[in-house]
């Protein structure tokens, strides 16, 4: 067999290792040990892990990296952000939201990210960040997938054309409608939102995903309103709940009838671990709530729960870089997701069910998949995850586009070794493997 790229004694997150992964004209042609064949370039993964790409859910790209424009969010808080966002709007020109959503295309790149969903307002009637957005998917098509969400972040209802403007921006290209019932001016405004929405994404055919329930208030509950409509309109796999903080504050006796409600609609949930963490329980004193949906018990109830960056450098988040390893690792701690089974089951809410959310076609790393990898510094999703392992090789139809070179330390210690690593040795790792 003749083949472009070969990588060597490779680990897959299943656990399965010593497998060489053969691929050609852009596909994976082959997995498994001790493959005979030759290819132009052969990368020796050495035991480490390959991944398919991370995929990002849940983002704002029209607002990434605008930090301080035109000033800090001061208390942090949602509201200041959003009010913030409405300053900087009328400032946004085409040229600037295109260049700072590249820059972050390549940042994302380079950690890994292979496909990413976006929100993109709606609400500013020029539709610039749509139109700067399309122009970027159009861009980093080549080496990024870009789903765009047509989003009224002003409210359905709040904002005078949003309805209009929504539906402008389908027809311009977006992917995905969007909605913040929450943020309508009343509960039943919040309810009617929904309840629109899903009727223009089912006569359009398209996918759901709303902000939804983004408060500590447990009597917003508008992921009941989409569950419901998502099964009276049939429409079970094409919906998501993004955020559903709310549900963190619910009594359990109603958190206990909705999640079945949630897991029979076939409605997924992404939580956004940074950006809840940061924003989520600022009235409280203490103790403070967490903020974060409830994972464990969604999972349970075999509700796909899937994990968002949200917010790199802008007016909601300071922080940020892109890696949605930090993401995992961060719902780890606040979720308390300590078992092995639910340390992997992470991994998997940054790559494999965000892919299956997003609707990705040939995602994985069986035979006829799409030769987009990841080759991490790692032996196993968890070490993956503790170490937000280096990135070594990114591909991308079968060429690699990025290359990072492993972390080392020099030690200049007396009677220690010269170099320090901070993954397991393969015997420990073996161990936990399974």
């Not at 600037?96 to 990210?113: K, N, S, T």
């Not at 917010?311 to 961060?330: I, K, T």
Request: glycine letters at 8%; a negative charge; charged letters at 25%.
């Amino acid at each position: 067999m003749q083949a472009d790229l070969i990588i060597q004694d490779a680990t897959l997150p299943d656990g399965r290792s010593g497998l060489d992964i053969v691929i050609a004209d852009g596909i994976i042609q082959a997995v498994g040990p001790g493959i005979d064949a030759e290819a132009r370039e052969v990368i020796d993964a050495g035991g480490r892990l390959v991944t398919p790409p991370f995929v990002d859910c849940h983002f704002h790209m029209d607002a990434t990296l605008s930090l301080g424009l035109p000033r800090l969010n001061q208390s942090g808080t949602l509201l200041e952000g959003i009010a913030l966002w409405g300053e900087l709007k009328p400032l946004l020109t085409h040229e600037a939201v295109i260049e700072r959503a590249l820059d972050y295309c390549d940042m994302a790149v380079a950690q890994g990210i292979g496909a990413i969903r976006s929100h993109v307002d709606v609400c500013d009637d020029r539709l610039l960040g749509v139109e700067a957005l399309l122009e970027v998917k159009e861009r980093v098509a080549p080496y990024l997938d870009l789903q765009l969400v047509a989003f009224p972040q002003d409210g359905l209802y709040r904002s005078a054309k949003a309805l209009e403007n929504l539906e402008r921006a389908l027809d311009l290209g977006c992917d995905v409608v969007g909605g913040i019932p929450h943020f309508e001016r009343t509960m039943e405004d919040g309810r009617r939102s929904v309840v629109e929405l899903m009727a223009i994404a089912a006569e359009r055919g398209l996918l759901v995903d709303m902000h939804c329930d983004e408060t500590d208030d447990p009597h917003s509950r508008h992921i009941e309103t989409l569950a419901a409509e998502t099964q009276r309109l049939g429409m079970a796999g094409r919906v998501a709940g993004s955020h559903l903080t709310s549900m963190h504050s619910m009594d359990n006796y109603y958190a206990a009838k909705l999640i079945p409600l949630i897991a029979e609609a076939g409605v997924a949930a992404i939580a956004n671990p940074l950006i809840n963490l940061t924003i989520q329980g600022r009235h409280d004193t203490y103790p403070k709530r967490r903020g974060l949906t409830r994972i464990k018990e969604l999972e349970e109830a075999g509700v796909p729960v899937a994990f968002g960056h949200d917010c790199v450098m802008d007016p909601w988040y300071s922080m940020g870089s892109g890696d949605m390893l930090e993401v995992a690792h961060m719902a780890i701690h606040a979720a308390q997701l300590t078992s092995q089974a639910a340390m992997r089951r992470a991994f998997q809410a940054v790559t494999t069910v965000p892919a299956a959310i997003l609707g990705l076609e040939g995602y994985g790393l069986t035979p006829g998949s799409h030769a987009h990898l990841v080759l991490l510094d790692a032996q196993d999703p968890i070490e993956a995850i503790r170490l937000k392992a280096t990135r070594l090789v990114v591909v991308r139809h079968g060429a690699i586009i990025a290359r990072t070179p492993p972390r080392t330390t020099e030690l200049h210690l007396v009677d220690r070794p010269r170099h320090l690593s901070l993954r397991r040795p393969p015997a420990e790792a073996a161990k936990t493997r399974h």
